[in-house]
């Protein structure tokens, strides 16, 4: 296992949107801890930054939000992705796949000679 | 559109306030709480999971500043507290926040009146759809431009033209408008019939006025104050015959809310069509102004080479009437590039009082942030950047530029009442039509925001230039005190520009009440009235009705004599009617053969009616008719002038080829207005040279009221149609002296302006001194100085400002008041009693200036000052 990375700039709202649209209606701790979960533990998520993200998604309208109840029962808040919200996840993964294709490419310049 | 709709929630989430908080709370709560589960669930202990988790999130607090960011508008709330704090610091020093505010309410008022001002008389286009496509057309003479034409020869210009869709013609005339037993002159045009339809702004109007004009019958087109004020805006009105100027006019239409014809100072509120009886078809009568409107497709060269070109023809075939005239075409963007430079020089001038109020504002602002350094201080050293403490004394400045605006709105609204009081007195209404609109008030809040940076940025930086350590520690308010500063200079300035306005105005209002008691000719303490006569008769008809209105004064009780005259006492209208008059025997000067002499035709009442009195010889008697010899009184100049060795009378003299013979000397009398030269003048027997239209004027025993409406009476059972106006000596005596009166008032106030603004400058310098020597001050008092010996001190350094200030005043004045001697009527330029009253009120406004802080420095406990080490 190598160093922890930190999250990128720009990078947490795609997961936070891709989590959401894979579990569905997730409280934020629990998206925090999907995030860990899927990156294999190389993501060190500063758990502090991802409310700010959220409230900014939600101003956006991209997810809404409401009290529920988790599985351990207790009273939590629970986020889910809007109409826009999913359409904007197929969006953003396709301009994030495209990108990192294009940079593949260039960081393996030796198959192409 | 994302972008917007998160601004948009977080504009609400500034009045979410405590509810969102506690929201938030909950679920950071909530957060804590699962992941200690975890924690414990994964083998730690109930404090070390918990730790871990409060790490993890990275502090409570934190969190919740980093959410509440996103989640409001951090810049407005910040701004929000800081104007609530800015407020509470005012309201707690009322003085200073009312100086200044009032100060900068002056400020900006002034200049959002000029500026409106400039806008109405300067800038102002047409009153036209699509103005900038409007051309004025002039002619070019070698006398310079020549802005009138003859109505043939505007019909010809429009003729011949591709690049113009028409050409409106109008002149300036007044009518008379009867309504009960009232009458009222009002200020009309007569335009060329497509004058409505060309400008555009109402085109049913337009096709209506073009119809009616064609079909020849008399109608008009009435303003709409006219239609409120006469008719009650009666709705059927249109259609319907109204009486002016005793003849009935057919209502075509009511013009446009607001409209007010061509010339912004001259507001037309009747439009009548150009027919024969204006000169229609003589092309020799240059009676009217043209304006075009350009075809979108050309330009305004295209339209000049095109007009010169038909100019040269006109000239060509009217050689007579058109020689020499060339005509052009200014257009919108020409006329406004003209008017640029009085408006920037007007500009200028309010820039600099605005500049003054903003000096001395900041001037107050830099006194009062000394006064607070250690509050400054201690929130430094709390940890507020300089940006931030700026940031906030900048709002305090913006406060008070706002308060300042809004008084200012209501400034230059009231000083826009004030032209109807400014306006010379006349029967019509003049006068520009000022508003506060759009760009006026947009212009104000540009204003008021460059007010703020100007006063308030400047103390705000030096107020926070400071290393937080000493400041806290110390009363000291570093350095020692500059006497030659950037302010001290701008107050000597601001004083010495107050001497020498007040100066001014003191010689100004000196010959003004001196001039009130100039020898006019005539006995202006009598109670005289005026009554324009014109019933527009033949000429014996006429003679008969004036003889019988003349006749029927006299008999009225209260009336003391009556006398008819051609024109009236001390009125440009008519005044400078003249006859051509030659002496024989007699050379006049440069081998003229007459000589142009003003004059006036009077009956044999008339001076002892007016009180001139006759030197020499006699007075016009009844006698005098038509069929006598003609007879003529010169005046005493005109004796003196022609016949300066021996006596006038019996002397021949030639009036437009009529002999007469000289029968009196009467005393000079002013003409036209009271600071006239003296000239030579002649009355002749209004018997022998009849007119359709003349002055009866009345001498009533007490105030002449009752002998109006007696004599109105009289006039209405004698034609009720006549068209009659009235004025008393005193309207003649306020409209005479109005140009002395305005003139003295302008300069009076604004020399009292300047110094208030110099007062105020001085008090802030010396307010400020006295708080950087509050410790000197103190120790003086501790070893012994008394509370006089410290006013006195202080007093001493203000009044330096207040003797530096008057010296270059009297200095600047005894320089330029030779300027005024041409508007000065027995008053020299040098009147002692004028400098000394200057300096006088210059001295004693400065006292009250440095008294205050004097006060205050002597009220300074000189324990309290030292025990602050």
Redesign the interface.
């Given at each position: 296992m190598g160093e922890k990375t930190d999250v990128w700039q720009g990078t947490l709202t795609l997961m936070v949107l891709k989590t959401l649209e894979s579990m569905g209606p997730q409280?934020?701790?629990?998206v925090a801890?999907r995030i860990e979960q899927t990156s294999g533990d190389l993501l060190q998520l500063?758990?502090?930054?991802l409310?700010?993200a959220l409230?900014?998604l939600?101003?956006?309208?991209?997810i809404r939000s409401r009290w529920g109840t988790?599985e351990?029962n207790?009273?939590?808040?629970f986020y889910e992705l809007t109409k826009a919200g999913q359409r904007r996840v197929r969006k953003a993964a396709a301009e994030w796949e495209q990108t990192t294709e294009i940079l593949a490419r260039f960081l393996a310049p030796a198959e192409e000679a | 559109m994302r972008r917007l709709r998160a601004l948009w929630m977080r504009f609400r989430g500034l009045c979410q306030g405590q509810q969102a908080d506690n929201d938030f709370a909950a679920e950071v709560k909530s957060h804590v709480a699962m992941h200690t589960e975890d924690g414990i669930r994964a083998g730690l202990s109930l404090d070390e999971a918990r730790r871990q988790a409060l790490v993890r999130l990275g502090g409570v607090e934190q969190v919740r500043q980093a959410y509440r960011e996103r989640r409001t508008l951090p810049l407005i709330e910040s701004l929000v507290s800081d104007a609530g704090y800015g407020l509470r610091g005012l309201l707690r020093s009322p003085g200073f926040t009312a100086v200044a505010v009032l100060t900068l309410a002056l400020g900006i008022g002034a200049t959002s009146t000029v500026f409106t001002v400039a806008d109405a008389a300067l800038l102002r286009s047409w009153p036209a759809s699509e103005p900038q496509r409007m051309v004025r057309i002039v002619a070019s003479t070698p006398q310079g431009a020549d802005y009138s034409f003859s109505y043939p020869d505007a019909v010809d210009l429009a003729a011949q033209s591709r690049t113009l869709e028409g050409i409106i013609a109008y002149a300036r005339y007044a009518a008379t408008i009867h309504s009960g037993s009232e009458s009222q002159a009002l200020l009309d045009e007569v335009v060329s019939p497509n004058y409505f339809s060309l400008l555009g702004t109402d085109p049913g109007l337009g096709r209506r006025f073009a119809a009616a004009a064609q079909s020849g019958q008399p109608c008009v087109v009435i303003g709409n104050a006219v239609w409120q004020r006469f008719f009650g805006s009666d709705p059927e009105l249109v259609g319907k015959q109204i009486l002016l100027s005793g003849r009935n006019y057919t209502v075509v239409g009511i013009a446009p809310r607001g409209f007010r014809g061509m010339t912004a100072f001259i507001p037309a509120e009747l439009w009548f069509p150009i027919t024969a009886r204006y000169g229609a078809s003589e092309r020799g009568f240059r009676g009217f102004e043209l304006v075009g409107r350009l075809r979108p497709e050309f330009t305004p060269a295209q339209a000049q080479a095109e007009l010169e070109a038909t100019g040269q023809r006109l000239a060509q075939a009217y050689p007579a009437v058109d020689k020499g005239r060339t005509v052009t075409v200014i257009s919108e963007r020409q006329r406004l590039r003209e008017a640029a430079t009085p408006t920037a020089m007007l500009m200028g001038a309010v820039g600099i009082v605005l500049l003054i109020c903003c000096a001395n504002v900041a001037g107050l602002i830099l006194a009062r942030g000394d006064a607070r350094r250690k509050e400054i201080a201690m929130r430094l050293a709390l940890g507020a950047t300089r940006f931030r403490i700026v940031r906030q004394l900048l709002t305090e400045s913006m406060l008070l530029a706002l308060i300042g605006a809004g008084l200012g709105l209501i400034v230059a609204v009231e000083l826009f009442r004030l032209q109807s009081a400014l306006m010379p007195p006349a029967k019509f209404s003049l006068g520009l039509d000022l508003h506060l609109n759009a760009a006026a008030i947009l212009f104000t809040i540009a204003v008021s925001m460059l007010a703020v940076i100007l006063c308030g940025l400047l103390p705000a930086i030096q107020a926070t230039k400071m290393s937080c350590a000493p400041a806290l520690k110390s009363d000291e308010r570093g350095g020692p005190p500059r006497r030659f500063t950037l302010r001290g200079s701008l107050v000597v300035a601001e004083i010495a520009m107050a001497a020498t306005l007040l100066t001014a105005s003191g010689l100004v209002v000196k010959s003004f009440l001196v001039s009130l008691k100039m020898n006019l000719g005539f006995d202006r303490e009598k109670h005289l009235v005026f009554f324009d006569l014109g019933p527009g008769y033949d000429l014996a008809r006429s003679a008969a009705y004036f003889q019988q209105a003349e006749t029927s004064a006299a008999a009225l009780p209260g009336v003391r004599h009556a006398a008819l005259a051609q024109r009236m006492l001390l009125s440009d209208f008519g005044g400078g009617a003249e006859k051509r008059v030659s002496i024989p025997g007699i050379e006049l000067p440069q081998g003229q053969t007459t000589i142009p002499v003003k004059f006036n035709a009077v009956d044999s009442g008339y001076f002892q009616t007016v009180g001139t009195h006759l030197l020499d010889g006699r007075e016009f008697t009844m006698a005098d008719g038509p069929h006598t010899a003609r007879v003529a009184i010169v005046s005493r100049t005109m004796a003196e002038r022609y016949w300066p060795a021996s006596t006038a009378i019996g002397r021949q003299i030639v009036v437009d080829g009529k002999p007469c013979q000289v029968v009196g000397v009467a005393e000079d009398a002013k003409i036209i207005q009271p600071h006239e030269a003296l000239e030579a003048y002649i009355y002749l027997p209004f018997a022998q040279w009849p007119r359709g239209e003349a002055s009866l004027i009345l001498e009533s025993e007490q105030d002449g009221r009752p002998v109006i409406a007696a004599m109105r009476n009289v006039l209405q059972t004698m034609d009720r149609n006549a068209p009659l106006d009235v004025r008393t000596v005193d309207y003649l005596m306020q409209q005479a002296f109005w140009e002395d009166r305005i003139t003295a008032a302008f300069v009076g106030i604004l020399g009292l302006l300047v110094i208030f603004f110099g007062a105020l400058g001085l008090y802030g310098v010396i307010s400020f001194a006295v708080n950087r020597r509050r410790r000197e001050i103190g120790i003086r008092m501790a070893l012994g100085a008394e509370r006089n010996d410290v006013v006195r001190m202080v007093l001493r350094e203000g009044m330096a400002f207040a003797a530096i200030g008057s010296v270059i005043g009297l200095i600047a004045s005894l320089l330029t008041m030779r300027v005024l001697s041409s508007v000065l009527y027995g008053v020299k330029p040098t009147d002692p009693l004028a400098f000394a009253g200057s300096v006088a009120v210059v001295i004693s406004v400065s006292l009250i200036a440095c008294w205050i802080p004097a006060r205050r420095a002597a009220s300074i406990d000189p324990m309290q000052a030292l025990r602050t080490e």
């Amino acid at each position: 296992m190598g160093e922890k990375t930190d999250v990128w700039q720009g990078t947490l709202t795609l997961m936070v949107l891709k989590t959401l649209e894979s579990m569905g209606p997730q409280h934020g701790y629990g998206v925090a801890r999907r995030i860990e979960q899927t990156s294999g533990d190389l993501l060190q998520l500063n758990y502090g930054t991802l409310y700010p993200a959220l409230l900014k998604l939600e101003q956006e309208g991209y997810i809404r939000s409401r009290w529920g109840t988790s599985e351990n029962n207790r009273k939590a808040k629970f986020y889910e992705l809007t109409k826009a919200g999913q359409r904007r996840v197929r969006k953003a993964a396709a301009e994030w796949e495209q990108t990192t294709e294009i940079l593949a490419r260039f960081l393996a310049p030796a198959e192409e000679a | 559109m994302r972008r917007l709709r998160a601004l948009w929630m977080r504009f609400r989430g500034l009045c979410q306030g405590q509810q969102a908080d506690n929201d938030f709370a909950a679920e950071v709560k909530s957060h804590v709480a699962m992941h200690t589960e975890d924690g414990i669930r994964a083998g730690l202990s109930l404090d070390e999971a918990r730790r871990q988790a409060l790490v993890r999130l990275g502090g409570v607090e934190q969190v919740r500043q980093a959410y509440r960011e996103r989640r409001t508008l951090p810049l407005i709330e910040s701004l929000v507290s800081d104007a609530g704090y800015g407020l509470r610091g005012l309201l707690r020093s009322p003085g200073f926040t009312a100086v200044a505010v009032l100060t900068l309410a002056l400020g900006i008022g002034a200049t959002s009146t000029v500026f409106t001002v400039a806008d109405a008389a300067l800038l102002r286009s047409w009153p036209a759809s699509e103005p900038q496509r409007m051309v004025r057309i002039v002619a070019s003479t070698p006398q310079g431009a020549d802005y009138s034409f003859s109505y043939p020869d505007a019909v010809d210009l429009a003729a011949q033209s591709r690049t113009l869709e028409g050409i409106i013609a109008y002149a300036r005339y007044a009518a008379t408008i009867h309504s009960g037993s009232e009458s009222q002159a009002l200020l009309d045009e007569v335009v060329s019939p497509n004058y409505f339809s060309l400008l555009g702004t109402d085109p049913g109007l337009g096709r209506r006025f073009a119809a009616a004009a064609q079909s020849g019958q008399p109608c008009v087109v009435i303003g709409n104050a006219v239609w409120q004020r006469f008719f009650g805006s009666d709705p059927e009105l249109v259609g319907k015959q109204i009486l002016l100027s005793g003849r009935n006019y057919t209502v075509v239409g009511i013009a446009p809310r607001g409209f007010r014809g061509m010339t912004a100072f001259i507001p037309a509120e009747l439009w009548f069509p150009i027919t024969a009886r204006y000169g229609a078809s003589e092309r020799g009568f240059r009676g009217f102004e043209l304006v075009g409107r350009l075809r979108p497709e050309f330009t305004p060269a295209q339209a000049q080479a095109e007009l010169e070109a038909t100019g040269q023809r006109l000239a060509q075939a009217y050689p007579a009437v058109d020689k020499g005239r060339t005509v052009t075409v200014i257009s919108e963007r020409q006329r406004l590039r003209e008017a640029a430079t009085p408006t920037a020089m007007l500009m200028g001038a309010v820039g600099i009082v605005l500049l003054i109020c903003c000096a001395n504002v900041a001037g107050l602002i830099l006194a009062r942030g000394d006064a607070r350094r250690k509050e400054i201080a201690m929130r430094l050293a709390l940890g507020a950047t300089r940006f931030r403490i700026v940031r906030q004394l900048l709002t305090e400045s913006m406060l008070l530029a706002l308060i300042g605006a809004g008084l200012g709105l209501i400034v230059a609204v009231e000083l826009f009442r004030l032209q109807s009081a400014l306006m010379p007195p006349a029967k019509f209404s003049l006068g520009l039509d000022l508003h506060l609109n759009a760009a006026a008030i947009l212009f104000t809040i540009a204003v008021s925001m460059l007010a703020v940076i100007l006063c308030g940025l400047l103390p705000a930086i030096q107020a926070t230039k400071m290393s937080c350590a000493p400041a806290l520690k110390s009363d000291e308010r570093g350095g020692p005190p500059r006497r030659f500063t950037l302010r001290g200079s701008l107050v000597v300035a601001e004083i010495a520009m107050a001497a020498t306005l007040l100066t001014a105005s003191g010689l100004v209002v000196k010959s003004f009440l001196v001039s009130l008691k100039m020898n006019l000719g005539f006995d202006r303490e009598k109670h005289l009235v005026f009554f324009d006569l014109g019933p527009g008769y033949d000429l014996a008809r006429s003679a008969a009705y004036f003889q019988q209105a003349e006749t029927s004064a006299a008999a009225l009780p209260g009336v003391r004599h009556a006398a008819l005259a051609q024109r009236m006492l001390l009125s440009d209208f008519g005044g400078g009617a003249e006859k051509r008059v030659s002496i024989p025997g007699i050379e006049l000067p440069q081998g003229q053969t007459t000589i142009p002499v003003k004059f006036n035709a009077v009956d044999s009442g008339y001076f002892q009616t007016v009180g001139t009195h006759l030197l020499d010889g006699r007075e016009f008697t009844m006698a005098d008719g038509p069929h006598t010899a003609r007879v003529a009184i010169v005046s005493r100049t005109m004796a003196e002038r022609y016949w300066p060795a021996s006596t006038a009378i019996g002397r021949q003299i030639v009036v437009d080829g009529k002999p007469c013979q000289v029968v009196g000397v009467a005393e000079d009398a002013k003409i036209i207005q009271p600071h006239e030269a003296l000239e030579a003048y002649i009355y002749l027997p209004f018997a022998q040279w009849p007119r359709g239209e003349a002055s009866l004027i009345l001498e009533s025993e007490q105030d002449g009221r009752p002998v109006i409406a007696a004599m109105r009476n009289v006039l209405q059972t004698m034609d009720r149609n006549a068209p009659l106006d009235v004025r008393t000596v005193d309207y003649l005596m306020q409209q005479a002296f109005w140009e002395d009166r305005i003139t003295a008032a302008f300069v009076g106030i604004l020399g009292l302006l300047v110094i208030f603004f110099g007062a105020l400058g001085l008090y802030g310098v010396i307010s400020f001194a006295v708080n950087r020597r509050r410790r000197e001050i103190g120790i003086r008092m501790a070893l012994g100085a008394e509370r006089n010996d410290v006013v006195r001190m202080v007093l001493r350094e203000g009044m330096a400002f207040a003797a530096i200030g008057s010296v270059i005043g009297l200095i600047a004045s005894l320089l330029t008041m030779r300027v005024l001697s041409s508007v000065l009527y027995g008053v020299k330029p040098t009147d002692p009693l004028a400098f000394a009253g200057s300096v006088a009120v210059v001295i004693s406004v400065s006292l009250i200036a440095c008294w205050i802080p004097a006060r205050r420095a002597a009220s300074i406990d000189p324990m309290q000052a030292l025990r602050t080490e």
